[in-house]
């Protein structure tokens, strides 16, 4: 018998003995009982096939640390738990005299406080659970999906996941270049959704179409509609402005293509390039259809429903390799409200890149991000933002400082898709020249 074998069998017999006393120990002993020879031994086998089954159990399953998360398995199941800190420190710098009230803001956030747990099932079945402890420590349900793999490539997975439009959104929190996602990626994201989608991944090229509520719809109930929020002239009541947000659309499709003509799949999983890491390439583009009612006012303030169509694209282009990295995104979308408003078509655009210093662990990184409202909009200036920083690795994104600073250089209020955005580091105002500081400290278990 093997010594693990030998243990297994030590810590069952322990266990089934420490229960049995229980029992024992209020009653009389067996001999004052009067309990015979074959009454004993019977007690004993009993005792035996139980600790042997607890040893089955114990070398059945295994828990450890994979270097990425904790882990439990056993017949066929396994559970991985992880979670994620990220807190910073930030300074927002801006213009004496503007609608914001004070020129300087700043203070400590905690901006993500997050908890995993996945794993799979049977071989061919996933799952993924996640929550969020937002910045004022009400615990939000992020991720909840079950996925089943099929042959040749092809995969399902349902539930509550991002959609697959934007690869800066897709890019997990973990692993962005800079402190957090653009501006841009911002005002034009999907978001999460709750839906089912399909997935085939192939050598050099994969895709994934989802069939949802509608971008941003996270934790929303069936009877929950999109909003249109709407401003008007006081004089005049001429509509001045609106914007699609929060609820569920009536229908909503997803679909983005990827092709790689260099490198690996995992390679696009973050946007830096380790030292040593070979060449790839990466372009992707995606398109995004929705559509239904929702609720918004007229100037006199009564409720009204507006039918609504929105559809949105995007293409984007990565490259990187031996400790550099570069990528570019372009992203619009065109919002049909019927007679509610004219159509609006809206355009972003990110480029970032990066560099490792030689024999060191710091990186270096440079983003520039652009949202370009319709003409037709009364806030139809552009809205630009200069991002330059530095990341140090202790750990790879396991452990890291990333610090940076951005310029804003336009006035918000001149436009109408920008808004405070403190994730960013934005305070919405209408003077130019914003500047804000981050410091972020980020940890992964």
């Known amino acids: 018998m093997s010594q693990t074998k030998c243990l297994s069998l030590f810590a069952g017999v322990a266990a089934s003995l420490s229960a049995a006393s229980v029992t024992l120990a209020d009653s009389q002993s067996w001999t004052e009982s009067g309990m015979n020879a074959d009454e004993v031994r019977a007690i004993v086998s009993e005792m035996l096939a139980d600790a042997d089954n607890r040893s089955s ?6 828990a450890g640390h994979d270097g990425n998360h904790f882990y439990l398995a056993g017949s066929g199941f396994k559970l991985t738990v992880g979670g994620q800190i990220q807190f910073r420190y930030i300074a927002n710098f801006g213009d004496d005299g503007g609608i914001r009230g004070d020129s300087f803001e700043s203070g400590f956030q905690t901006r993500r406080t997050r908890l995993e747990f996945g794993g799979e099932a049977w071989g061919d079945w996933g799952y993924f659970v996640q929550g969020d402890f937002g910045t004022g420590g009400g615990f ?7 996925s089943r793999s099929l042959d040749n490539g092809w995969g399902l997975r349902w539930g509550q996941f991002k959609l697959p439009f934007l690869r800066e959104e897709l890019v997990s929190d973990k692993r962005q270049l800079a ?15 709750q839906g089912i989608e399909l997935q085939w991944e192939g050598d050099d090229w994969r895709f994934a179409f989802a069939f ?27 509509l001045t402005g609106f914007a699609l947000s929060g609820g569920e659309a009536e229908y909503a499709l997803t679909g983005r293509a990827e092709w790689k003509w260099a490198g690996n799949w995992s390679d696009f999983d973050d946007f830096t390039a380790n030292a040593n890491e070979e060449y790839s390439g990466m372009v992707g583009a995606a398109l995004h259809w929705e559509g239904g009612e929702a ?41 049909d409200t019927d007679d509610f408003a004219d159509d609006v078509t809206d355009h972003g655009f990110v480029v970032q890149g990066g560099v490792l210093i030689p024999d060191s ?29 530095t990341n140090y690795y202790l750990n790879g994104h396991a452990a890291k400082f990333t610090f940076d600073v951005q310029w804003f250089f336009d006035e918000g209020a001149m436009n109408d898709l920008a808004s405070t955005n403190t994730s960013v580091g934005y305070i919405f105002d209408d003077q130019d020249g914003q500047v804000a500081l981050r410091g972020q400290f980020q940890l992964l278990f």
Do not use: C, H
Not at 140 to 146: A, F, K
Not at 213 to 236: E, F, H, M, R
């Open 295 to 335: 609720g918004s006012f007229d100037s006199v303030g009564a409720p009204i429903n507006v039918d609504y169509t929105l559809f949105a694209w995007t293409v984007d282009a990565s490259v990187e390799g031996n400790g550099w990295n570069l990528f570019g995104a372009y992203v619009g979308t065109q919002l």
């Open 57 to 62: 159990l114990l070398q059945s399953g295994s």
């Open 361 to 389: 662990d710091w990186e270096l990184f440079a983003r520039w991000d652009a949202v370009l409202p319709d003409g037709d909009r009364a806030g139809d200036d552009a809205f630009n933002t200069l991002t330059l920083g």
């Open 140 to 146: 939000m349900l992020l991720d909840g999906w079950v």
């Open 179 to 193: 402190a957090d996602r653009s501006f841009t990626n911002d005002v034009f994201t999907m978001g999460r959704a």
């Open 212 to 238: 949802s509520d509608g971008g941003g719809s996270l934790n929303t109930d069936i009877t929950a509609n999109k909003v249109i929020g709407a401003t008007y002239d006081p004089v005049s009541s001429a």
